[in-house]
């Protein structure tokens, strides 16, 4: 009874939004009492799917008869597609109070790949427990969302383990996968580089060896690669100069060797590079300073080697963060560092540097750190003390045995941490 009321009052809404604008209605489908029924084997195909996730215990059908309407659940979102209600979105996992939670021995059910209209899929913090409920996730069935899924989110999943299942590489229309800091493992399979709308690909945070695929070239469309924290080794693919659209690559954290290839320049829009702890080597590649966009470089903990003077640094003008650290890194701090109008950050620390230190670096106007530590810059150290107070210990200069401050400009309550005074004698026999 109270339901047919419901019936008649939502069917007023219904022309009540037929009168306006159509797409309006659409628009607020997701919350709306709209008075379309939902597809009757796709209801049960959503209380299923979500009750192998969240356990037995858990009835939809009594606790959310109209899973599209009235009673909508926390993490499921609908569209009207044929006057029927369809499921567009699914989410599992606490993000909400509400939220769909986990149990502790989740399946995959047949009945999720049925729901063939999701365009979003995740699972957040679901298969928690790899030593006593690990879950491989499954290798087949994944064709079948393959028309409308856009977005495939496994995140914070410890217990999620086994391999990337190959048929990803069928879902075609994807645009965003993450797969973040889950327990997979294995080496990521080459058709991951077919998915060519991909704009988002998370990768990080997970067991994967092997190396980076050269398909992935072919994501010419991708905004962001991420795939720090890994087991990943071999060189970058020469294939990265196709990434043209890339605005963060995150390569952080991994076993990756070889010298930077040049392509790296093509990556005109990048704004982050971060490849530091790696096994990188062969020196500076010349190709960094086409990198016009960046705004972060970070490469340190390599073995890249050579000097500074390879690259024209006053050519990458957006740069805001520059770490180049612990890199093996020999000869003078070029001048034209100094020329780096919006850098904040300069870590040089860690290198096998010599010379002296520009005072031309106190100069920039934005710098809040500059460490130039464990290096062997020589000589008496320029800056002001006014520079040094602004500073503290965010000028990092200790650790260069041959190093000292004028202690007669400079009072020790500012001097730099670290650094010694100059001993007359030492002045007068480098001056
Ligand atoms: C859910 O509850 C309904 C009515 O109480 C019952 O008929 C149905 O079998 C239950 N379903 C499950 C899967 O427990
Ligand atoms: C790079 O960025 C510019 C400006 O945002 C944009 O017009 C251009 O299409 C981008 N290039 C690529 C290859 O995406
Ligand atoms: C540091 O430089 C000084 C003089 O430039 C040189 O005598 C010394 O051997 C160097 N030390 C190291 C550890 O390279």
Redo the contacts with the bound molecule.
């Keep these: 009874m109270k339901s047919l009321i419901r019936r008649s009052r939502s069917h007023v809404i219904l022309v009540l939004c037929m009168l306006s604008l159509s797409g309006l209605c659409t628009g607020e489908a997701d919350s709306g009492d709209d008075g379309a029924p939902m597809d009757k084997t796709e209801q049960a195909a959503l209380y299923s799917a979500i009750q192998g996730f969240v356990g037995n215990l858990w009835n939809g059908s009594d606790l959310y008869p109209d899973p599209c309407g009235w009673t909508p659940i926390q993490g499921v979102s609908c569209d009207i597609f044929d006057g029927l209600w369809y499921v567009t979105s699914l989410s599992i996992g606490p993000i909400h109070e509400n939220s769909l939670i986990c149990a502790p021995i989740v399946e995959f059910r047949q009945d999720l790949f049925e729901l063939k209209h999701l365009r979003s899929l995740s699972f957040f913090s679901c298969f928690i427990s790899p030593h006593q409920h690990p879950i491989a996730l499954p290798t087949t069935d994944w064709s079948k969302l393959a028309g409308n899924l856009e977005s495939l989110e496994f995140r914070s999943n410890p217990g999620s383990i086994g391999q990337i299942p190959t048929c990803f590489g069928n879902l075609i229309n994807l645009q965003s996968l993450v797969l973040l800091e889950n327990g997979l493992t294995g080496e990521i399979p080459e058709n991951i580089g077919h998915l060519t709308s991909l704009k988002r690909l998370v990768l990080a945070g997970n067991w994967f060896t092997g190396r980076i695929p050269d398909s992935f070239g072919r994501l010419n469309e991708l905004l962001i690669l991420d795939l720090n924290r890994n087991l990943l080794s071999g060189p970058l693919p020469l294939t990265i100069e196709g990434l043209t659209s890339l605005l963060k690559l995150d390569l952080s954290n991994n076993q990756l060797e070889g010298q930077l290839p040049n392509g790296i320049g093509y990556l005109k829009n990048l704004t982050l590079l971060d490849l530091r702890n790696n096994k990188f080597s062969g020196g500076l590649t010349k190709s960094l300073q086409e990198m016009y966009s960046l705004e972060e470089m970070v490469l340190s903990t390599n073995s890249i080697g050579g000097d500074l003077k390879s690259i024209e640094w006053d050519k990458l003008q957006n740069l805001v963060i520059l770490d180049l650290s612990n890199l093996g890194l020999v000869g003078e701090i070029p001048d034209s560092f100094g020329q780096l109008k919006r850098l904040r950050f300069l870590g040089l620390s860690d290198n096998k540097l010599?010379g002296s230190l520009s005072p031309k670096l106190a100069s920039l106007p934005c710098v809040g750190a500059l460490y130039v530590g464990g290096n062997?810059l020589?000589g008496e150290l320029k800056f002001s003390q006014e520079f040094y107070r602004k500073m503290g210990r965010r000028f990092g200069a200790w650790s260069n045995p041959?190093l000292c401050y004028p202690g007669g400009l400079v009072s020790t309550s500012h001097a730099p941490y670290g650094v010694k005074p100059c001993q007359q004698e030492l002045r007068s026999h480098s001056d």
């Design positions: 010599t062997n020589t041959n």
